[in-house]
């Protein structure tokens, strides 16, 4: 089987929080087999003074952090200009449904931010927001 799970900030926002249904999809995807993982840009919105900093390291460290290598900005840059959207309001996530693109199968990414997700996978009917 492939595919993945993928998180947002609020996706891994609400994992290091140990949210019940973050961590009902978390389990899900690891009796599946399937990756999970988000974009090292999100951990520029998750990082802040009053998280929890030794549950963000037991959570990073059960999933992959994908860089943002100049391939994928570019695929993240490609993915916004087609969904009409631009600037820092949409760059991380360009950034991270051009993350969830590169991945096999069907792709899940959990996030607050459907509406958003949706318009920068038009082109991706296998990547699928889920709203967290």
Known sequence: MSGALVLDSEGLAKAVQR?????????????????????AAVLVEVIHPRINDAAL????SRLRVEPVARALAQSAATLLRDAGL??????IDGM??????AYPG???ILT????DVAKLTTEHP??????V
């Open 57 to 60: 390291k037991w959570t990073l």
């Open 126 to 131: 296998r990547v699928v927001a889920e709203k």
């Open 19 to 39: 949210d019940r249904e973050v961590h009902e999809w978390l389990t899900a995807a690891r009796e599946a087999d399937l990756p999970v993982l988000t974009s």
């Open 112 to 115: 607050s931010d459907v509406e």
């Open 86 to 91: 631009h600037g820092h309001k949409y760059a």
């Open 106 to 108: 069907r792709v899940t």
């Open 96 to 101: 991270l449904c051009a993350t969830a693109s």
